[in-house]
């Protein structure tokens, strides 16, 4: 069972920045993925950004320009460096990992998700 432990949520200010990570207790490979996803209240979970284990990266229309996404594939580690906060990014923001199997099947993981506020 992979485990996926999110951290450096909290509360930031409007215009100001945040961190996220993601640590994955597998490692990483090529084919696999991560990303990050986010929840308000009442609301859909919504697609953030992903980032593939070779480096390619997607980043959602609604943060492109704020938001980044990078890994630190030694270490299995994935960030959301998210900028220039709004308050509709208040949300709790979830890592979801996709790890590729030999045989084409795709094993799913979620994080615990971490809370960020943004306050105006």
């Known amino acids: 069972q992979v485990q996926l432990v999110e951290s450096g949520g909290g509360l930031a200010q409007a215009g100001g920045s945040v961190r996220l990570s993601c640590q994955a207790s597998q490692t990483i490979f090529f084919d696999d993925a991560v990303a990050w996803y986010r929840q308000a209240p009442g609301k859909q979970r919504d697609f953030v950004a992903s980032?593939?284990?070779?480096?390619?990266?997607n980043v959602a229309a609604s943060v492109k320009g704020r938001f980044a996404i990078s890994r630190d594939i030694v270490k299995s580690i994935t960030y959301l460096q998210m900028n220039s906060l709004k308050p509709e990014d208040t949300a709790v923001y979830y890592c979801?990992?996709?790890?590729?199997?030999?045989?084409?099947?795709?094993?799913?993981?979620w994080g615990q998700g971490t809370q960020v506020t943004v306050s105006s």
């Open positions: 980032i593939t284990g070779g480096g390619r990266t």
């Open positions: 979801n990992a996709r790890f590729s199997r030999n045989n084409g099947d795709v094993d799913e993981y």
